[in-house]
């Protein structure tokens, strides 16, 4: 049970909270709802954004468009890296490759500017 003094304590604080309601109440006054209600709120909201909402935005959808390009990258690699059947030439291929070009260039060289000799002695 309660005593008295818990009483009027309880009572003391319930009337402190009362007040704070109705000053609450007075310095917040109610709205009116009608059909202009919604769009004037969102251009209140609107109104506060600033620079950094607008450069969030388009963080957002620049990370948002790398990591699809990413995604797309990797899935094209996969692609790729399965469907390669020939083999994949190594050092030794891609040095005698330069070693018969440089032959088959000094060879067309030699042809080309050799001048026409009659190897016959008889003549």
Not at 67 to 89: E, K
Request: proline share 6%; hydrophobic share 40%; with cysteine.
């Amino acid at each position: 049970m309660m005593t008295n003094d818990e009483a009027g304590f309880t009572e003391q604080l319930s009337q402190k909270l009362d007040n704070l309601f109705r000053s609450y109440r007075n310095a917040c006054p109610d709205v009116e709802p009608g059909a202009d209600f919604m769009p004037s709120l969102w251009q209140k909201i609107e109104a506060r954004q600033g620079f950094w909402s607008v450069f969030q935005g388009f963080a957002r959808t620049a990370m948002t468009a790398c990591a699809a390009l990413a995604l797309i990258l990797l899935a094209l690699n996969y692609v790729t890296a399965t469907t390669q059947s020939a083999p994949v030439p190594s050092y030794t291929d891609a040095l005698m490759a330069d070693h018969s070009a440089e032959k088959t260039y000094y060879a067309e060289t030699i042809r080309r500017h050799a001048p026409d000799v009659d190897l016959d002695p008889n003549q």
